[in-house]
């Protein structure tokens, strides 16, 4: 493994993370919204005043059969994360869903992003026992190719779903990663 391959840490309950660690997930969280990321704050700048409660919800719903954290470092240091869930309702339990997908803007284009996903879907598949991944993804800024890439169909779009200004209206597309 070089120094550039990610290594993965998966976090199952609130107690799994420590404080450095919920510092270094805001700060990523913080430093890819203010860098026009579409991970979960829309109006940028956010501060990590902003972004804690949400990462602090994440985390208190952690749980190995329902919400799992998973990390991306290189060299040592967060590289990226997202969060996995799924519903234990039996009709629906076969599916999860992705969250929050987000890589360090520094290491973009090394991968990071890509090997998170490939780690996901195993994790998804092989632990959680997951058949498919489902997650919804903003219009225009070239997230469906990515995914797209990575095995993931879109299944479909809520056209205009997404006002991020006055006369800013995305599209919010659904895809499918299937079968795991």
């Not at 058949?131 to 219009?139: C, D, I, K, S, V």
Request: aromatic content about 6%.
């Amino acid at each position: 493994m070089t120094s550039d391959s990610p290594t993965f840490r998966q976090l199952t309950s609130p107690g799994d993370v420590p404080p450095q660690l919920r510092r270094a997930l805001a700060d990523c969280w913080v430093e890819v919204t203010n860098a026009g990321g579409a991970a979960g704050f829309p109006f940028p700048p956010v501060d990590a005043a902003t972004v804690t409660p949400a990462l602090d919800q994440i985390i208190d719903q952690l749980s190995p059969d329902t919400s799992r954290l998973l990390t991306a470092t290189v060299d040592g240091e967060l590289a990226g994360w997202l969060n996995v869930r799924r519903d234990p309702f039996e009709l629906i339990a076969h599916w999860g869903t992705l969250h929050h997908v987000q890589t360090r803007t520094a290491l973009r284009g090394r991968g990071v992003g890509r090997a998170l996903i490939h780690e996901v879907r195993k994790v998804a598949r092989d632990e959680m026992g997951l058949e498919q991944l489902h997650l919804a993804a903003r219009g225009g800024v070239g997230l469906e190719d990515f995914y797209g890439r990575l095995g993931w169909r879109e299944i479909g779009r809520w056209p205009g779903a997404l006002r991020l200004a006055a006369a800013d209206d995305r599209d919010e597309i659904l895809m499918l990663l299937a079968p795991l």
